[in-house]
């Protein structure tokens, strides 16, 4: 295999280890459960993860601050940079970065991963896994990342780590089998002491919703990390750090499959841990969330939200048998301290004066789940030099929105809120509607696509919920971040009925929440409770003509538009991909994000489609819930 000729001495070193357990000689390096004795560490570990290219400040944010409702600046990345700076006064501390570095803002379209880099490069982390959406724009692209990250002028170059991504020798990851783009893990000594930090991404996401090379092999999680833990258990090293893109869920799935796994930092979920009820946001779990792993020994597990908006801190204590004792520390939001409140009229919302400002921000000292800080100047000034050509293509207004328009990946999960700070999009992940600004989208292909009886785009795709007021090029890239064009197939009714089975049983089957289907034209009745094959009833499409809805006839032939990652097998989409690898389907060449802009142009506003017509009609959980339409 590749990774084997990649890591040539790291094999022979395993081998002569492997001959000195057999011959009985008394060393560390050869593991097992009588392990000897380990000096005593505390590990500090300062994180964050799928940043996806939010280098600047999401204004506008709402929290409750001292109870009251508050409109504040959270995130940008040079307030990262400044986090990162303070925590280096904490002792033996690791700086990483859990994936999904990459994608998701105009500083990427414009710019292809080097304004992350190079921002990146203010912190200087200890190690940064691969996700999913580094693969979007392929291996040639994620290699080019690499690059840029690893020789970007810090005095320790970050070490790109993922253990269950196998290159082809050849390719733009493995040049050459010596000169691999990333490693398996990486070692760091912590206060005398070797910490391994072991890299993992999401398999079949990745495969499914990025474009990867097809020569490229990612290996089911479980086994690929375990065999990683083992070789650097027999170079001797006691304390393992799992640097997952894998989710929140199955990060604590996969503690317990482990062994010798310590701490996990994740990302991929995007999900906050901790107490925020007193600032009105909700959370997956408490921050750490202590688990055990196959030993039955404690591990901790961390992650830091999204877009830069939080900060996490753990602190990990060692025992002299390297067995955690302890674990605490604290996923921090990350604000600027400028506050605008309610004004007396219920409608305007004003900056608070100086002095009202700067008790506010003592008050906030105080706690914990809250973090005041001003940007980085060195990052900031970093982040000027790209900032001319995005804030002139970001000012452009191209319409508007007459209603918050609100994002939600799959109708009923309430652990996926997509509301964006949004207050009247909070509850939309409950309704049967699921959501407005897919459903928007799906009607700007339909239009765009003359030809097209209807148009399907999945949930992962759409990005953001979209508020009332200016409609920006920004909201446009932000919305639509890929590079997708949209393709029209010839298909009949059932097989259109088909893919939007598969692309359900992504989500119900699979785990997976950017694979739930929207479209334009079409509607149906969900029971996600039902098996495969089942789920779908009522489908039906409406004349582009008259605007009437009738049942869909499956011996017909329709022409169906959507995106070429849905239209290539993307999400589970494998009807599509029947049809898309025998070449029967017309490429557009029409950018999606362009036609969203376009359609936006021509009608000059934006609004909720009428109920009637919503893909979903009819929405079962797959827990047997009936969701309300309203």
């Given at each position: 295999?590749?990774?084997?000729?990649a890591f040539?001495?790291?094999?022979?070193?395993l081998?002569s280890?492997?001959?000195?357990?057999a011959?009985g000689l008394?060393l560390a390096?050869?593991?097992?459960?009588?392990?000897?004795?380990?000096?005593?560490?505390e590990?500090?570990?300062?994180?964050?993860?799928?940043?996806h290219?939010?280098?600047?400040?999401i204004?506008?944010?709402q929290?409750?601050?001292?109870?009251?409702?508050?409109r504040?600046?959270?995130?940008g990345?040079?307030?990262?940079?400044?986090?990162?700076?303070?925590?280096?006064s904490?002792p033996?501390?690791l700086?990483l970065h859990a994936g999904?570095?990459?994608?998701?803002?105009?500083?990427y379209t414009?710019?292809k991963g080097?304004?992350?880099?190079k921002m990146?490069?203010?912190?200087?982390?200890?190690?940064?896994?691969?996700?999913?959406?580094?693969?979007?724009?392929g291996?040639a692209?994620?290699a080019?990342?690499?690059d840029?990250?690893?020789?970007?002028?810090?005095?320790?170059?970050?070490?790109v780590?993922?253990a269950n991504?196998?290159?082809k020798?050849?390719?733009?990851?493995?040049?050459?089998?010596?000169?691999?783009?990333f490693r398996?893990?990486?070692?760091?000594k912590?206060?005398?002491?070797d910490v391994a930090i072991?890299g993992v991404a999401?398999d079949?996401k990745?495969?499914?919703s990025?474009?990867?090379l097809e020569?490229?092999?990612?290996?089911?999680?479980v086994?690929?990390t375990q065999?990683?833990i083992?070789e650097?258990?027999?170079?001797?090293?006691r304390?393992?750090?799992?640097l997952?893109?894998?989710?929140y869920?199955?990060?604590?799935?996969?503690a317990a499959?482990?062994t010798?796994v310590?701490?996990i930092?994740?990302?991929?979920?995007?999900?906050?841990?901790?107490?925020?009820?007193?600032?009105?946001?909700?959370?997956?779990g408490?921050y750490?969330?202590?688990?055990?792993?196959?030993?039955?020994d404690?591990?901790?597990?961390?992650?830091?939200w999204e877009?830069?908006?939080?900060f996490?801190?753990?602190?990990v204590?060692?025992?002299?048998r390297g067995?955690?004792t302890?674990?605490g520390?604290?996923a921090?939001?990350?604000?600027?301290?400028?506050?605008l409140r309610?004004?007396s009229?219920?409608k305007?919302?004003?900056?608070l004066a100086?002095?009202?400002?700067?008790?506010l921000t003592?008050?906030?000292?105080g706690?914990s789940?809250?973090k005041v800080?001003a940007?980085?100047?060195?990052?900031?000034?970093?982040?000027?030099?790209?900032?001319?050509?995005?804030?002139?293509?970001?000012?452009?207004v191209?319409?508007?929105a007459?209603?918050d328009l609100?994002l939600?990946r799959?109708?009923?999960?309430?652990?996926?809120n997509?509301a964006?700070?949004?207050?009247s999009?909070?509850?939309?992940?409950?309704?049967?509607?699921?959501?407005?600004?897919s459903?928007?989208?799906?009607e700007?292909?339909l239009?765009?696509a003359?030809?097209a009886?209807?148009?399907?785009?999945?949930?992962?795709?759409v990005r953001?919920?979209?508020p009332?007021?200016?409609?920006?090029m920004?909201?446009?890239f932000t919305l639509?971040?890929f590079?997708?064009?949209?393709?029209?197939?010839?298909?009949t009714g059932a097989?259109v009925?088909a893919a939007?089975?598969d692309?359900?049983?992504?989500v119900v089957?699979?785990?997976?929440?950017?694979?739930?289907?929207?479209?334009?034209?079409l509607r149906?009745?969900?029971d996600m409770?039902r098996?495969?094959g089942q789920?779908?009833?009522?489908?039906?499409v409406r004349n582009?003509?008259?605007?009437?809805?009738?049942?869909?006839?499956?011996?017909?032939?329709?022409?169906?538009?959507?995106?070429?990652?849905v239209?290539?097998?993307g999400?589970?989409?494998?009807?599509?991909a029947?049809?898309?690898?025998?070449g029967k389907?017309?490429?557009t060449y029409?950018?999606y994000?362009?036609?969203?802009?376009?359609y936006?142009?021509?009608k000059g506003?934006?609004?909720?489609?009428?109920r009637s017509e919503?893909?979903?009609?009819?929405?079962i959980?797959k827990?047997?819930?009936r969701?309300?339409n309203?």
């Amino acid at each position: 295999m590749p990774a084997s000729n990649a890591f040539a001495p790291q094999a022979h070193r395993l081998a002569s280890l492997a001959l000195a357990c057999a011959v009985g000689l008394n060393l560390a390096a050869c593991g097992g459960s009588d392990d000897p004795d380990f000096k005593p560490i505390e590990l500090n570990i300062a994180h964050i993860n799928d940043h996806h290219s939010n280098l600047e400040a999401i204004p506008n944010f709402q929290l409750k601050l001292d109870g009251v409702d508050t409109r504040v600046e959270i995130g940008g990345f040079a307030r990262q940079t400044a986090l990162f700076k303070e925590a280096a006064s904490k002792p033996n501390l690791l700086k990483l970065h859990a994936g999904d570095a990459i994608t998701g803002s105009l500083y990427y379209t414009f710019f292809k991963g080097e304004a992350d880099a190079k921002m990146m490069n203010t912190i200087c982390f200890d190690a940064v896994t691969l996700g999913n959406h580094e693969f979007d724009d392929g291996d040639a692209s994620a290699a080019a990342f690499i690059d840029m990250l690893t020789k970007g002028g810090c005095p320790t170059p970050t070490a790109v780590i993922s253990a269950n991504i196998v290159p082809k020798v050849g390719t733009p990851l493995l040049p050459t089998a010596d000169k691999p783009a990333f490693r398996p893990y990486t070692i760091k000594k912590v206060d005398g002491v070797d910490v391994a930090i072991v890299g993992v991404a999401t398999d079949q996401k990745t495969k499914q919703s990025s474009r990867p090379l097809e020569s490229t092999q990612f290996l089911e999680p479980v086994a690929a990390t375990q065999k990683a833990i083992d070789e650097v258990r027999a170079l001797g090293v006691r304390h393992v750090v799992l640097l997952s893109h894998l989710g929140y869920d199955k990060d604590k799935a996969l503690a317990a499959q482990l062994t010798d796994v310590d701490v996990i930092i994740g990302g991929d979920s995007h999900t906050l841990l901790g107490d925020f009820k007193a600032q009105g946001v909700e959370s997956a779990g408490a921050y750490p969330t202590v688990v055990k792993n196959k030993d039955g020994d404690t591990v901790c597990i961390g992650q830091a939200w999204e877009y830069a908006k939080a900060f996490g801190l753990m602190n990990v204590k060692f025992d002299d048998r390297g067995r955690v004792t302890a674990c605490g520390g604290q996923a921090s939001l990350v604000i600027g301290d400028n506050y605008l409140r309610l004004g007396s009229d219920g409608k305007t919302w004003a900056a608070l004066a100086d002095a009202e400002r700067a008790a506010l921000t003592a008050r906030l000292a105080g706690q914990s789940a809250v973090k005041v800080v001003a940007p980085d100047a060195g990052a900031t000034q970093v982040l000027d030099g790209y900032k001319g050509k995005v804030t002139e293509a970001k000012a452009q207004v191209i319409g508007s929105a007459t209603q918050d328009l609100c994002l939600v990946r799959v109708p009923g999960d309430t652990k996926d809120n997509r509301a964006g700070g949004i207050a009247s999009c909070e509850q939309a992940n409950t309704l049967a509607r699921g959501s407005d600004i897919s459903q928007v989208v799906a009607e700007a292909f339909l239009y765009q696509a003359k030809r097209a009886d209807f148009a399907l785009q999945n949930a992962g795709g759409v990005r953001i919920s979209v508020p009332a007021g200016p409609v920006t090029m920004n909201t446009a890239f932000t919305l639509l971040p890929f590079n997708n064009v949209i393709v029209e197939f010839e298909l009949t009714g059932a097989q259109v009925v088909a893919a939007l089975e598969d692309g359900i049983s992504a989500v119900v089957d699979g785990g997976s929440t950017g694979p739930y289907p929207y479209a334009a034209g079409l509607r149906w009745d969900v029971d996600m409770s039902r098996p495969k094959g089942q789920r779908l009833s009522n489908v039906q499409v409406r004349n582009k003509a008259t605007g009437a809805w009738s049942a869909i006839d499956p011996a017909r032939t329709y022409v169906l538009a959507t995106n070429d990652f849905v239209a290539a097998g993307g999400d589970g989409y494998a009807t599509l991909a029947t049809l898309y690898k025998a070449g029967k389907y017309v490429n557009t060449y029409l950018l999606y994000t362009q036609s969203f802009v376009d359609y936006v142009k021509a009608k000059g506003s934006i609004s909720r489609p009428a109920r009637s017509e919503y893909s979903n009609q009819t929405v079962i959980t797959k827990d047997g819930v009936r969701l309300p339409n309203d």
